[in-house]
DNA sequence: CGAAATCGTGACTGAACAGTCAGAATATCT
DNA sequence: AGATATTCTGACTGTTCAGTCACGATTTCG
């Protein structure tokens, strides 16, 4: 079998290569374990550096292995293909973003008034902003290749693309249910908020430093809020 | 000079390939013209299709050339490798996006008041929203890999985005400046109204066909209006 | 119509690439 | 320490790809 480069290959039948490092031998303490860990995050750090470079598709194994220090067959006991690495990357952010979609829902949930809409989103807020500066490359990596097609090595982060959308609008459904937010299209919303705030994050994380303060959060929150929040509440918030 | 692919050449000095078509023999009326028309525009075509479908890195030239039914040595007859193909196809955006960014900026010179500001950016939407559905194709490749690095095949159209950014940021500062938004760090703003248009412009080229009625143009002015109105104008808009 | 140019063609080249594998190196267990 | 299993290594293979070029087809122009 022989695929050359990710040319829609999409024939693997079970996945489950032969030899992947499950946690066959030593476990936990010993070296072998530790050599693991080291070699995966060395060829995941290269990788990471190298795609946010010239992107993921432009990437060659090569280039990985040799960035990271590591002979090209050890890539392949360690990562099926691109893809797989690439997903490896990029699966640290869904648990960490899931949790903060539902515990945003819990507090609309408990919200009675504008004010509680406002509590919830400056929480979820806060909370994405720290997923988003604690994993700071890998976000520059979503961002970048986001609106990829789902085949090929971004299929993974357009998976995670498709959970964030979804999970907003399912957000947003919520909120207008309640009264909270405007009537309207929740696509919309969900939209302009997903969009406004992986723009902004973008420009963050990739230039300037001086948007990282947390009151560029701040004046995104009262953006959104004056545009989304139901009338009827007091206008517009307080600067 | 052989550089496969894409990786890294960036050696080229002067560009100006040593063959293409200018404009040399037969012009305008002739069969030639005809032929070189149709020729460029149905590999622009095909190309096109095949990036939206695999994304722009992914797409070869002999499948071009195969989906276009030309050979393979009229493609470097009138483009030079992929990158000059992709700046050819998303080329036809800058002038209207850069006339609609002048007409929208000359508007709010002579605005006064916020129903100015309504009108201006109202009349702005229109416009681009014309933009965006006569060239639907193109833009949903703009916006798939919008946030490209600047090197490679996708170069053009990181360059575009930069000239979209720079252009959105241009126009936040000025209604700022002339308080007809709220104060504050304009690269919020521009960055918050340029994420927030894409990515509905993306949910509405890309998948929901409902998304492209008027009406949700008209939702998402409303939220950005509300959101970015100076404060001390009327509250919310109405409905 | 015939000469002179441009244009189209597709086989060809050299290089780059993904993925493999036999043997060397290393860790683990007794 | 010795035996055994796992892991690492990098040379190797077959393929795919970008870019070229000599030649035949087509168009233009006198």
């Keep these: 079998m022989q695929t050359r480069k990710s040319r829609r290959p999409r024939v693997q039948v079970e ?14 303490g010993g070296k072998r374990d530790a ?8 060829l995941a750090s290269a990788s990471l550096s190298l795609m946010l470079q010239r992107g993921v598709e432009a990437v060659t194994i090569d280039e990985i292995v040799s960035k990271a220090g590591v002979a090209k067959g050890s890539f392949y006991r360690y990562f099926r293909d691109k893809e797989d690495l690439v997903r490896a990357i990029v699966a640290p952010l869904e648990r960490p973003l899931r949790e903060s979609f539902e515990r945003c829902k819990a507090a ?18 806060a909370e994405l902003a720290g997923v ?15 609106r990829a097609p789902g085949e090929g090595p971004r299929a993974p982060i357009a998976d995670l693309a498709r959970f964030v959308d979804a999970s907003a609008l399912e957000l947003a459904s919520f909120a207008c249910q309640r009264g909270l937010t405007r009537p309207g299209d929740s696509r919309v919303s969900a939209a302009v908020v997903v969009g406004a705030a992986e723009h902004l994050a973008s420009m963050a994380l990739a230039g300037d430093e001086s948007l990282r303060d947390p009151s560029v959060a701040m004046e995104l929150i009262v953006i959104i809020l004056d545009g989304v929040r139901a009338t009827g509440s007091s206008a517009t918030s307080s600067a």
Tied chains: 1, 2.
Excluded: C, M, W
């Design 108 to 125: 609309l949930s408990d919200a009675r008034a504008a004010e509680s809409l406002a509590a919830a989103y400056g929480l979820f807020a």
């Design 35 to 42: 050599n693991r860990k080291a070699r995966a995050a060395a």
């Design 132 to 146: 988003i500066f604690a994993h700071g490359a890998v976000v520059r990596l979503y961002l970048q290749e986001r």
């Design 15 to 28: 996945a489950a290569p032969s030899v992947l490092p499950t946690e066959r031998p030593g476990q936990e």
